[in-house]
C-alpha cells in the first residue's frame, strides 16, 4: 500500500515537474509508436537535432502502433494533449481524417521521393516501404516470381503471415491479393492457405518464427534484407520480386487542430522532411525515406529488389471496404 | 462482528469500480457519436459462434491437459519429500509463468520447430501446438498450487494409514483426494482463465483463424474496428463462459472438516523412494524446463554486451522491480483481507457466501486488461493527465490480475488456520495485530511467501497494461523485449528475455525465502 501510494506522489510530483517545465521552454508534443521512440528507433536522434534548433523540448510518446495513435485519438478528442502524430499509415488516414482534429499543413512538398504525386493537405509522408516476402537464399533456391505464382503454384514455399485483425502487415498483404486478384481474392486465400504454416499476431512473432526457419518465406517489407546487410553483414536474406508490383505503405504525420503549438508543430513538420531527419530513417526505421534523393540512401539499398509498380488503394476506399474485406479474408481462412 | 468484514467490503467495492467502471466507461463511449455501435446482432453470427465454441474446447483441453498431469507430479513431489534438486525444480516451475507469450513461442517452436529437437513439423501449428504451449505454462504452476494440499495432511493420518496397512489407492481413497478436493476446483478454474485468455499463443501456435478465441475477438474490436460496444459485450460474454466454469467446477468443491489440532507437520515419516514417482517429475521437469533450456541456449550466444551496456536495460529493469514489487504487495494486502472475509463467512455457516466473495476475486481475471485499460482510459482522460498515472494504473490493474493467484495459494491455508484457530484465539482474546504475529505470520508465511512471489513474478512479466499507456520513460523488461523484436533485435530481444528470466527467479526465490522462511516448498 505504501508504495502504491508513493508511486502516486511520484506521479503527481513528475506531473509537477513537467508542467513547471512547461512554462520554461515550450515542449512539443508528438505521439508516435513506441518502435520509433526506442533506442533503435530514429526518436532519440530526431529529438536531439531537433531540440537543437528549435529551442524547445519535444516530448516523444511511444503509442502501440499506426491502429493505437490513432484510437488514442478517438478517446481524447479535443482534449488530446498531443500537438501533432506522427506514425499512422495510408490505410488509416481516411479514418483520422474523419475524425475532424487535424489542421491542414500549410506546406508545400517540393523535395518528394515517393514514386506517386502527394497531394495530401492534411498529411504529409515521412517514409514509405513495401511489402514483400522475404527468403533465406540457402536455403530457397528458387522463390516464386509473381504473387500469382506463389498463390497459384501447389507445390510451392511455405509462407508466414500476420493477421490483418492484428497488425499492420497483414493487412497490407490482405490489400495487395484484394489489388491483385479483385473479386477472386477469396478463392486466392483458398489456394494459398494450404501452404501457410501459421497466421500470427504481429509482424515480430511472424519474422522470429522465419529465423528459426519454420517456413521458407515471411511477409515483411522490401527493405528488410537491408537490415541483415548493414547491421549483421548478412547476405543471406532477400525479398523477392513480384511481377504485378508490391504493395506500399506510406507513414504519414499531421498536426493537430486543437493543438497550442501550432507553429512549433508547423516548424516539425519542416524539419521532418529536411535532410537531416530523413537521413536517419533508412537504418533506424528501415524504411524508405519520403523526402531524399535516391544516391543519399546508404549503399546497400541499391541491392534490394526494385518494388514498382507500387500498388496502393485510395485511402477512401480502404476506410469504406476495409471490414468487408477482412469479414471474407476470416470466412475464407476459418474453413 | 467481524472486524475483517470493512476491509473485505473496501476491497470488494474496489474491485467492482476497477472492473464495471471501466466497462460502463466503454458503453457509455460506444454510444457517443462518432461511433457506429456494429450490429449488436453479431453474436448470433457463425463467425461468434465458431469462436465461442473454439475458446471453450481449447480452453477446457488445455485445462485438463495441465491438471491431471499436475495431480501425479505433485503427488509425486509430495511423496518425496528430499531428493536432490527438489527445491530448484519447484522453483524452476514458477518460471513458465513469467515468460512473456512470444518469447515462450519462440521457446516452444525452438524445441519442437522444424529445426528443432524434437521437430513436429507442420503439425506443430493447430491445436496441438496451443496445447503443448498451454501445458508448458500451466502444467507446473498446477504443480505448485496443490502440492501444499499434501501437505496439509497431518502427519498422524499418515501414521494412522500406515497402521492400517492402507494401500496406495487406498491411502489417495481416504487421505489424498479429500484434502485435494478443497483446492482442485479452484486450481482448475485458475488455469481454465489463463487458457481461456490466452492470445498470442493461441494465434501463433493455432496455425490460423480457425483458432480465434474470444480474446482475439476483443482485441480485434478495440483495435482496427473500434467498437467499444461490441468489446463490453463480447468481454461479458467471456465473463459469462467462465462463470459458468466456475458454477460446475464448484460444485466438485467440498471444505474438508478440519479437525482441531496443532500437530501441521506435514509429510509422511518414512517415504519410500519410488523410482516411477522420480521418473514422473524426471519427465515433467524435463517437458517444462526444455523451451527454457532452448532459450538460454539462443542466449548464450548472443550479444551480451551490446544489451548489457543499454542504459535503457537498467532503467527498464527498477521499472519492471517496482511494478512486479508493488502490485505483488498490493494484490497480497487485497487477497488476505477477501480471504479472511469468506474465510469467516465460511465458519458462520454461509458457505453461499464465502464462495461468492472469493469468486469475485478470482473472475475478475477474464475481464481482458486491454478492457479494463481503456475503460480506465475513457474515465480518467478527461480529468487528469493519463500519462502522468502510467504507474498507479498498471500496477492496479496487475495486482487485480494477480488477485486469483494469491486466492488459489494463499485461500486454503488460511481457511484451515481460521478453523482450527478461531475458538482458541477467543478464548485468548489474541486479535489483529498480536494475532497476526504470534498465529498467522508463523503459520501462513509459507503461503504467503508463494503468494507474494507469484503476483511480483507475474506482474514482472506482464505487458498487456504497459504497452496500452505508453510513455517515453516507462519501459519495462517485456516492452523492451517486444521492441527489440520489432527493430529486427531478434537475438537482443533472447538477451533480454534471459535476464527478464533471471530477475524474476531471483525475486522469487527472495520472496519465497525471505518471506516464507526457510523450509523448502
Not at chain 1, 71 to 94: C, M, P, Q, S
Not at chain 2, 57 to 65: G, M, N
Not at chain 2, 143 to 149: D, E, G, Q, S, Y
Request: charged share 15%; proline share 6%.
Amino acid at each position: 500500500m505504501y508504495l502504491f501510494l508513493r508511486s502516486c506522489l511520484v506521479a503527481f510530483l513528475a506531473l509537477l515537474l513537467v508542467s513547471g517545465a512547461q512554462a520554461a521552454v515550450p515542449t512539443l508534443t508528438v505521439y508516435t509508436y513506441d518502435s520509433f521512440t526506442s533506442d533503435w528507433g530514429p526518436g532519440p536522434q530526431v529529438k536531439k537535432a531537433f531540440e537543437a534548433q528549435c529551442g524547445c523540448k519535444l516530448e516523444l510518446l511511444g503509442l502501440e502502433d499506426g491502429v493505437s495513435i490513432l484510437n488514442r485519438l478517438k478517446l481524447e478528442g479535443d482534449n488530446t494533449r498531443a500537438d501533432l502524430v506522427l506514425g499512422i499509415d495510408t490505410n488509416l488516414t481516411a479514418e483520422a481524417r474523419a475524425t475532424g482534429l487535424f489542421e491542414a499543413h500549410g506546406l508545400s512538398f517540393e523535395s518528394s521521393s515517393l514514386p506517386q504525386p502527394w497531394a495530401d493537405d492534411t498529411f504529409l509522408p515521412y517514409d514509405y516501404g513495401y511489402f514483400a516476402f522475404v527468403y533465406n537464399r540457402e536455403r530457397l533456391r528458387t522463390p516464386p516470381s509473381s504473387l500469382r505464382q506463389l498463390v497459384e503454384d501447389e507445390n510451392g514455399p511455405t509462407i508466414l503471415v500476420q493477421d490483418p485483425r492484428t497488425s499492420t502487415p497483414g493487412l497490407g498483404l490482405l490489400l495487395w491479393v484484394k489489388k491483385v486478384y479483385g473479386d477472386q481474392a477469396a478463392a486466392a486465400w483458398a489456394r494459398l492457405s494450404k501452404r501457410i504454416v501459421t497466421v500470427s499476431k504481429g509482424w515480430s512473432e511472424a519474422y522470429g518464427l522465419f529465423l528459426k526457419n519454420e517456413a521458407d518465406m515471411v511477409l515483411s517489407y522490401t527493405t528488410s534484407p537491408a537490415y541483415h546487410m548493414i547491421a549483421e553483414q548478412d547476405q543471406r536474406f532477400a525479398a523477392a520480386h513480384f511481377s504485378e508490383g508490391h504493395y506500399q505503405q506510406i507513414e504519414v504525420a499531421g498536426m493537430l487542430r486543437g493543438s497550442q503549438q501550432q507553429s512549433l508543430a508547423r516548424d516539425f513538420l519542416e524539419f521532418m522532411l529536411s535532410e537531416r531527419f530523413q537521413t536517419i530513417i533508412p537504418t533506424t526505421n528501415w524504411m524508405y525515406p519520403a523526402a531524399l534523393a535516391k544516391d543519399r540512401l546508404p549503399p546497400e539499398f541499391s541491392q534490394l529488389i526494385d518494388p514498382s509498380p507500387a500498388l496502393l488503394f485510395d485511402d477512401k476506399q480502404v476506410a469504406a471496404q476495409r471490414k468487408i474485406w477482412v469479414d471474407e479474408w476470416l470466412e475464407v481462412m476459418s474453413r | 462482528m467481524n472486524s475483517r468484514a470493512i476491509p473485505a467490503g473496501l476491497v470488494l467495492c474496489l474491485l467492482l469500480v476497477i472492473v464495471i467502471a471501466p466497462l460502463a466507461g466503454l458503453l457509455n463511449l460506444g454510444a457517443m457519436p462518432g461511433f457506429e455501435p456494429g450490429d449488436l446482432q453479431f453474436w448470433r453470427s457463425t463467425y461468434i459462434r465458431r469462436v465461442l465454441s473454439f475458446s471453450l474446447w481449447q480452453a477446457l483441453l488445455s485445462t485438463l491437459c495441465s491438471v491431471l498431469p499436475a495431480i501425479l507430479v505433485a503427488r509425486a513431489f509430495a511423496l518425496q519429500p528430499s531428493f536432490p534438486l527438489r527445491g530448484f525444480l519447484l522453483r524452476l516451475f514458477a518460471l513458465p509463468l513469467v515468460v512473456p507469450a512470444v518469447v515462450a513461442v519462440m521457446g516452444v517452436v525452438s524445441v519442437y520447430g522444424s529445426d528443432g529437437w524434437l521437430p513436429l513439423g507442420r503439425s506443430l501449428y493447430g491445436l496441438g501446438g496451443i496445447l503443448l504451449a498451454h501445458v508448458f505454462f500451466n502444467l507446473p504452476l498446477a504443480v505448485r498450487l496443490l502440492l501444499p494440499h499434501w501437505q496439509a495432511i497431518p502427519r498422524h493420518h499418515w501414521q494412522l494409514a500406515e497402521q492400517l496397512d492402507m494401500n496406495a489407492w487406498q491411502r489417495w481413497r481416504f487421505l489424498e483426494w479429500p484434502a485435494l478436493r478443497e483446492g482442485l476446483p479452484g486450481v482448475m478454474l485458475l488455469v481454465f482463465m489463463l487458457c481461456l485468455t490466452s492470445f498470442a499463443v493461441v494465434l501463433t501456435l493455432g496455425g490460423g483463424p480457425k483458432s480465434t478465441t474470444l480474446e482475439v475477438a476483443i482485441y480485434q474490436s478495440l483495435r482496427f474496428d473500434f467498437d467499444p460496444t461490441r468489446a463490453v459485450v463480447l468481454a461479458s460474454l467471456q465473463l459469462g463462459l467462465c462463470l459458468m466454469f466456475a458454477g460446475l467446477t464448484l460444485k466438485l468443491q467440498r471444505l474438508p472438516e478440519v479437525e482441531i489440532t496443532v500437530d501441521v507437520a506435514a509429510r509422511a515419516d518414512k517415504p519410500a523412494v519410488r523410482p516411477l514417482q522420480l521418473l514422473l517429475i524426471g519427465l515433467a521437469a524435463i517437458y517444462v524446463s526444455m523451451p527454457l533450456l532452448s532459450m538460454l541456449v539462443d542466449a548464450l550466444g548472443g550479444p551480451f554486451a551490446s544489451v548489457i551496456l543499454n542504459s535503457a536495460l537498467w532503467q527498464s529493469m527498477a521499472n519492471t522491480l517496482f511494478i512486479g514489487l508493488s502490485a505483488a504487495l498490493l494484490s497480497v494486502l487485497a487477497g488476505w483481507y477477501l480471504l479472511h472475509y469468506s474465510a469467516s463467512l465460511a465458519l458462520s455457516g454461509q458457505r453461499g457466501r464465502a464462495r461468492l466473495v472469493e469468486l469475485a476475486g478470482s473472475i475478475v481475471y477474464v475481464v481482458p486488461p486491454l478492457v479494463i485499460g481503456t475503460g480506465m482510459f475513457v474515465l480518467l482522460s478527461p480529468h487528469v493527465d493519463v500519462f502522468g498515472w502510467v504507474y498507479p494504473i498498471v500496477i492496479a490493474v496487475n495486482a487485480l490480475m494477480g488477485l486469483p493467484f494469491v486466492i488459489r495459494s494463499l485461500g486454503p491455508a488460511l481457511r484451515q488456520n481460521h478453523a482450527r484457530y478461531d475458538l482458541l484465539c477467543q478464548s485468548l482474546a489474541l486479535r489483529g495485530w498480536s494475532r497476526f504475529r504470534y498465529l498467522e505470520w508463523p503459520l501462513l508465511r509459507r503461503p504467503l511467501g508463494l503468494a507474494t512471489a507469484l503476483v511480483a513474478a507475474l506482474a514482472m512479466g506482464d505487458l498487456g497494461v504497459i504497452a496500452l499507456f505508453g510513455t517515453p520513460d516507462t519501459a519495462t523488461l517485456t516492452l523492451l523485449i517486444y521492441q527489440q523484436l520489432g527493430a529486427y533485435l531478434i537475438p537482443h530481444a533472447t538477451v533480454t528475455a534471459l535476464l527478464l528470466l533471471l530477475l524474476c527467479l531471483a525475486v522469487f526465490w527472495l520472496l519465497e525465502r525471505g518471506i516464507g522462511g526457510r523450509t523448502n516448498a
